[in-house]
């Protein structure tokens, strides 16, 4: 089974090829070749260094309390 995590956008590069993303405290580059459209304060899923696809602010939210409740972040 794949997990993928919910993300903050904090900046994308000049080329708009990653972007490095927020969770939590710990940030990380992150590759945007799988989805289009992203913007600085967008969150997004993250799998293995890859955004699979954006998601609302509220659907994020959801998960990370989620993932906290279950003891995984």
Do not use: W
Not at 12 to 37: F, H, P, Q, W
Request: contains cysteine.
């Amino acid at each position: 089974m794949c997990l993928a995590i919910p993300a903050k956008v904090v900046s994308i590069d000049e080329r708009g090829e990653n972007a490095v993303v927020s969770i939590g405290n710990v940030k990380k580059e992150v590759s945007l070749a799988l989805v289009e459209g992203v913007a600085v304060d967008d969150y997004l899923l993250i799998h293995v260094g890859f955004a699979l696809n954006t998601i609302s602010p509220d659907e994020a939210e959801r998960t990370l309390q989620l993932f906290a409740e279950a003891g995984m972040l």
